[in-house]
């Protein structure tokens, strides 16, 4: 497989599955210039609408949500660093970024920046309910990626 891909970016979503994923990258044998991307993708935390909450409650609400997002981005850029030097050691040249926003929407952005070959994401294996509710990430990407996906269970 290895041979067909050199540029490979990869999801995480600090779950066991995406860290199998990174994992399975890091068996392969890396080709000559093959690089990996890690992409971890932070939804924000929106504040919710509060027009009869008084001006100071609101800033209140508002910081709390900020440091929310700054913390759930710290623990991402963790995350992308420490998969990235992972990688390093089996040959690859590796990077992570961390985005904000939609996780499907930011994956295939960050696909057609690194001009990925290969879009590798774990499988979370969502029951039933929160697949209808929620969707699935890496269902969405076999359908709209504009490169081939690779599943990992």
Wanted: avoid cysteine; hydrophobic fraction near 50%; aromatic fraction near 4%.
């Amino acid at each position: 497989m290895a041979t067909g891909f050199r540029r490979i970016v990869v999801g995480l979503d600090g779950s066991a599955h995406s860290r199998r994923a990174a994992a399975f990258v890091a068996r392969l044998t890396a080709p000559r210039g093959g690089r990996v991307t890690f992409v971890r993708v932070v939804e924000p935390v929106r504040m919710p609408s509060t027009p009869l909450l008084p001006a100071s409650l609101r800033a209140q609400v508002a910081g709390q949500a900020e440091a929310m997002n700054r913390a759930r981005r710290a623990v991402a850029q963790r995350q992308v660093e420490a998969a990235a030097a992972g990688l390093g050691r089996s040959g690859w040249r590796a990077r992570g970024i961390v985005r904000t926003g939609l996780p499907l929407a930011e994956l295939l952005s960050a696909v057609r920046k690194e001009r990925g070959d290969v879009l590798v994401v774990g499988a979370r294996g969502a029951g039933a309910v929160t697949h209808f509710l929620l969707g699935s990430v890496a269902e969405a990407a076999l359908k709209h990626a504009p490169v081939e996906v690779l599943v990992v269970k």
